[in-house]
Every structure is written in structure tokens, then in C-alpha cells.
């Protein structure tokens, strides 16, 4: 058996009610598959619900809470889409401190849909290229980001999607992007991962 590539892999994924069902799912199980440890990270503990467009979907048990969560101890997050779950999840200072750490650590960072408004609002988008939902395009370009109309675009330690149709060339980037951050770490000497 080939090892994963993302083998021993910890994925933070950041969502909470209204969260848009197929970009939590599809991108959740491309990680898994590729050996990924993910851990579904939300506001409150309990279930979160998924949408499907406008419409109610399934129900997703939360794994830890926010206010418990140690950006520290993950070596990459996902954040879903879904204009519900990316409004609500803006304004938790929690959840902007997380993805600021993340950043400021050189760990990935995949975005799709509504989830770069969290960018936004930790003031983590100011000279960084990238794609989103497009009605949020103002929102990127107004704090300072460049915003393009691609399916997926790749900034230094960012993937960023449009939308669920991009799901299947969002992953396969996500997946390499994280891979190559794996392999770096792997290839960096103990003392200096500490530093």
C-alpha cells in the first residue's frame, strides 16, 4: 500500500450553521482520503446544520469548539463556504485569531465561496490574490485584495474557489498545496519548526 500524501496531516475545518453542505463534504472527504486527520471545528458544540443553496440539509456533529481549539496544534485549515456560515464565523474574534495564527505561521490556508469574507474581517487579505463567491468581490477588493474570476487560484500558502461546481479542482489544488507543505516540514530540521 502507497502512503497517503497527506498522511498524519491535522485539518482544521472551520464552520458552523448554514454552512453550504457539498463544499464542507466533498473537500472533508478528498482530505480523509488522502489520509488527512480532519477535525470539524464550529462556535457551539453539538450539530451544525449544512445548507444546499437555500435549502436546509444534513446535520454534522461538531468536534471541538472554537474557544478550545489550538491553531498550534493543526497543520492546516479549510474553510468552508455558505453566506450563512461564513457571516456568522466573520465576526468571532476566535475564529479570526485562528486564521491569523495560521497565516502568520506559513501554514495553508482552502477558502471557497463565502469563506474568504473571514480573511476579510482578520485583515489577512491586503495585497494577497484571490477568488471567491462573486458577490463578495467588493468585500475582497475593498480590503485591499485582488480579486480574480478563476476557478481556483493558488497565493503562496492559499487556495482559493468560486463555488460547488469548482469543488473538483479546488481539492485536487488543496490537496497539493497541503502536500507541499507537508513534504517542507518534513524536510525542515526539528530546531528550526520550534523557532
Not at 461564513?86 to 485569531?97: F, P, W
Not at 491569523?100 to 469563506?115: E, F, L, N, T
Request: charged share 30%; proline share 5%; glycine share 6%.
Amino acid at each position: 500500500m502507497t502512503e497517503k500524501k497527506l498522511d498524519g496531516m491535522r485539518v482544521a475545518i472551520l464552520a458552523t450553521n448554514g454552512v453550504e453542505q457539498a463544499e464542507l463534504t466533498e473537500p472533508r472527504k478528498a482530505l480523509d482520503e488522502a489520509g488527512a486527520r480532519t477535525t470539524l471545528i464550529s462556535i457551539k458544540p453539538g450539530k451544525i446544520k449544512g445548507m444546499q443553496h437555500d435549502q436546509l440539509a444534513d446535520q454534522f456533529d461538531v468536534d471541538m469548539v472554537l474557544d478550545e481549539a489550538d491553531p498550534e496544534e493543526f497543520d492546516a485549515v479549510l474553510l468552508p463556504g455558505g453566506a450563512l456560515n461564513a457571516d456568522a464565523l466573520r465576526v468571532e474574534n476566535t475564529a479570526q485569531e485562528f486564521v491569523r495564527y495560521m497565516d502568520d505561521s506559513g501554514k495553508p490556508i482552502a477558502v471557497i465561496c463565502h469563506a474568504p469574507w473571514l480573511l476579510v474581517s482578520a485583515g489577512l487579505v491586503d495585497a494577497r490574490t484571490l477568488t471567491s463567491y462573486h458577490t463578495i468581490e467588493d468585500d475582497i477588493r475593498n480590503a485591499g485584495g485582488n480579486w480574480m474570476d478563476k476557478e481556483v487560484i493558488r497565493d503562496q500558502n492559499w487556495v482559493s474557489s468560486r463555488q460547488p461546481s469548482d469543488i473538483p479542482v479546488f481539492n485536487r489544488e488543496m490537496i497539493s498545496l497541503f502536500s507541499e507543505q507537508k513534504r517542507k516540514k518534513a524536510e525542515t530540521p526539528a530546531a528550526q519548526q520550534v523557532a
